[in-house]
């Protein structure tokens, strides 16, 4: 298996492996591309397309978009990705129908070797993360290595989430922790 497969696959990987760096090389321009295209260009959809896997005409991507690799981003159903977010998806990121991920969210799968030595060689280790279905991420949310939200769950503007959060649960914070439970009461639209 090649390096550039292992990458694709969300397996550890060397980054500095010619066809890995070349990969990622497109993916940088085509990333570019996405977001210097005015947003009623048709070829957004075709950029977009190439760049993700499970990419469906209900996935709404808003300029500053940026990832790494690219097919690691797996869209589920339905999506809403606004401005200026980040997906470092050197691992899989998985994401689920109607998430909402709010302006300027990072999702970071990529986490560096904490020896320095083994730093400076470019060791990783690297982790997946899944948002589930009907999750909204307010603005300014970072999710680091390795965590699960649970469907249904919000996680406020500015949170930092280190650890796994269940589903059904309002949670804020740095680092984010759970506030409280989402009730049958919240679930009903008030007038």
Known sequence: MTELEKALNGEQFNRRDAEVTAHMAKVKDLCFEFNTTKPSDPRRTEIIR??????NQHVFIESGFQCVIGKNLHFEGMAMINMNCTFLD????????????????????????????ERLKGLFNDRPITIGANVWLGANVTVLPG?????????????????????????????????RSITEEDKLIKE
């Open 50 to 55: 190439d760049l993700v896997t499970g990419y």
């Open 90 to 117: 050197s691992n899989i990121i998985k994401i689920g129908h109607c998430a909402l991920i709010g302006p300027g969210c990072n999702i970071i799968c990529t986490n560096h070797a904490i020896d320095g030595v």
């Open 147 to 179: 965590v699960s939200i649970g469907e249904n769950s919000i996680i406020g503007a500015g949170s930092v989430v280190t650890k796994d959060i269940p589903a059904n649960v309002i949670a804020v914070g740095n680092p984010c922790k759970v506030l």
